[in-house]
């Protein structure tokens, strides 16, 4: 029998505190020419001389970028940076002896490339229509299901899966009038598949079998009717599968702002590497009554206070206290430490954020990671609450991360894709970071059809990425 897995578990007492952080190396890359492979968004592949995988991203928007780039230089402007790519590691917790399963929650902060950014010239219905652009079909990405994502105005951060690709227009599954008007600003974004995240021969080693309720399991949580969809790796067949369904699901849709989370009921450590483009922009987030369990935008100044919206449209939902609010707790996936309890206090000329079991009120001003997953329990009815991104340089220095290896633990290798092709007179350089603040500078070789490859350090590694190009007059 199945041990019971639902997906809110809201502690009332203080959570146990870690110790303080220390950052990981930057790692080191050189630069290698690229074997022949199929075009794809992640690939993962073994590691040399090792059981443990290797992960890759690409920065192939970056010659979207470098058309912008073109396009600005006429004003003035001599340099220009792709928005940045990355791969970060995730510890997933093991079962321990005689106790039940044991959970990780994920958000899933680095997705596949931008295909489109654009201001909406009007809005009928649940169709954007974007004006000169042709066949919006040429943004689509044909093995995935697209999602329009609103990044100006009243309705930003309002997210809407694409049900058609037209003329000059993008239609889409929700009516759009409450959150668009000429002018607003969209961009259009594929979400990524279950086999996209996490390989589709199950790479990381989860433990496989052929029973669903044997073996590791990555859970979906549909707040919309409080149930959760279990898939798990079928040994026999090598896919991944939905519990009691027989077809391979490796394409499962993983919808942004959705998280997951990760059931182990196998024991010995586990990381779990993922890698795309930043998600940074606001996001409303969609919530339902009860469980919910999201992805967060990267946000370089996230502190509970300033990371979700606490007043005006889309805020929580306050109260008296826990019984009556919105309660949310943060996951880190550095460490898998829990943050809060929280809930928002408003009860007459008292107006702040309370930390449950907490007499002290620096919980929400603590800096929170920024790939930090959050889940949310709400009594009240279903609304959105807008949450903020923001790659900007922070106020103050983020939290050292933690590298903390397991006994064991081997390093990961890691490569990126980098773009080709670049149009004479454009000078690319690549630029790496592992806390998207403190940038270092690796020289872009002269055949740029290679790749950097790289190892990340056994333990909690991360490391970014971006291009600039300067164009000599």
């Given at each position: 029998m199945q041990e019971s897995v639902t997906p809110m578990e809201i502690p009332v007492e203080f959570p146990n505190k870690l110790p303080s952080r220390v950052r990981s190396p930057c790692p080191t890359a050189t630069w290698l020419d690229p074997p022949p492979r199929p075009p794809n968004y992640f690939h993962v592949n073994p590691a040399p001389g090792t059981s443990r995988p290797a992960i890759a991203g690409n920065l192939r928007a970056a010659c979207f970028l470098v058309a912008a780039f073109l396009t600005n230089t006429i004003h003035g402007a001599e340099t220009a940076y792709t928005q940045p790519v990355g791969i970060y590691t995730v510890k997933i917790a093991a079962k321990q002896a005689n106790r039940p399963p044991a959970r990780t929650y994920i958000g899933a902060q680095l997705l596949p490339d931008l295909r489109f950014v654009g201001l909406v010239s009007n809005v009928i219905g649940s169709s954007a229509i974007v004006s000169s652009i042709g066949a919006t079909s040429a943004f689509q990405d044909p093995d995935r299901t697209s999602y329009l994502h609103v990044l100006t105005g009243n309705g930003r951060g309002f997210i809407s899966d694409i049900t058609q690709f037209g003329q000059s227009q993008f239609t889409c599954s929700e009516n759009l009038t409450p959150w668009l008007s000429p002018g607003t600003q969209i961009q259009v974004r594929p979400h990524p598949h279950l086999a996209d995240l996490l390989g589709s021969n199950n790479p990381f080693g989860l433990a496989a079998g052929?029973?669903?309720?044997?073996?590791?399991?990555?859970?979906?949580?549909?707040?919309a009717s409080q149930q959760e969809r279990v898939f798990y790796f079928h040994s026999t067949r090598a896919?991944?599968?939905?519990?009691?369904?027989?077809?391979?699901?490796?394409?499962?849709?993983?919808?942004?702002?959705?998280g997951f989370y990760i059931v182990r009921r196998s024991s010995g450590p586990l990381r779990i590497a993922f890698s795309g483009g930043l998600a940074s922009k606001p996001v409303l987030l969609p919530v339902r009554h009860g469980a919910n369990v999201f992805s967060l935008p990267v946000n370089l100044s996230a502190s509970l206070q300033t990371l979700v919206n606490s007043e005006g449209d889309f805020s929580v939902q306050k109260g008296k206290n826990a019984k009556t609010a919105d309660i949310l707790m943060f996951e880190e996936p550095s460490t898998g430490e829990r943050r809060g309890p929280f809930y928002f206090q408003s009860n007459g000329d008292t107006q702040r954020w309370r930390e449950i079991g907490v007499n002290g009120n620096d919980g929400p001003i603590t800096p929170l990671d920024m790939l930090s997953t959050l889940i949310l329990h709400r009594s009240g009815p279903d609304g959105y609450v807008r949450v903020e991104g923001d790659i900007d340089l922070p106020a103050s220095p983020s939290p050292p991360i933690p590298s903390s290896p397991d006994p064991g633990e081997i390093p990961l290798t890691a490569e990126i894709k980098v773009p080709r092709n670049f149009p004479p007179g454009v000078f690319p350089v690549l630029h790496t970071t592992t806390d998207l603040v403190h940038w270092s500078i690796l020289p872009y070789p002269e055949r740029t059809d290679g790749r950097v490859i790289f190892q990340l350090p056994p333990g909690e590694s991360r490391a970014f990425y971006r291009i600039s190009v300067t164009l000599a007059y």
């Open positions: 052929t029973d669903a309720d044997l073996v590791d399991n990555i859970v979906l949580w549909d707040a896919r991944w599968e939905e519990k009691n369904v027989a077809l391979d699901a490796g394409k499962t849709v993983m919808r942004y702002p959705l």
